[in-house]
């Protein structure tokens, strides 16, 4: 082989491993980050619908309580939206 096509294949073996590396390390690097923020994603939806879950049954919790523990006010008033 020439000199010429030894040094032009070592000049590329040279430039194409650099570029070989970086983008593994970037592949591994933006899929992390995708990863991270899909997980902070997911756990605040998880969150919200925990709270959602949680007001709601504070909410039965509150209707559930028995009639002759009410005031007389919640009653009428009760009573009154019932028969609407």
Known sequence: MKIYSKT???????????????S???????SRILMLHTTRELELIADTQKLRIENRLDR???EDVPYYEQTPYACGFETLHRNR
Request: aromatic share 12%; charged share 10%; net charge neutral.
């Open 60 to 62: 039965n919790r509150e």
């Open 8 to 22: 032009t294949i070592a000049l590329m073996l040279v430039s194409i491993l650099p570029i070989f590396i970086v």
């Open 24 to 30: 593994i390390a970037s592949y591994y690097i933006s």
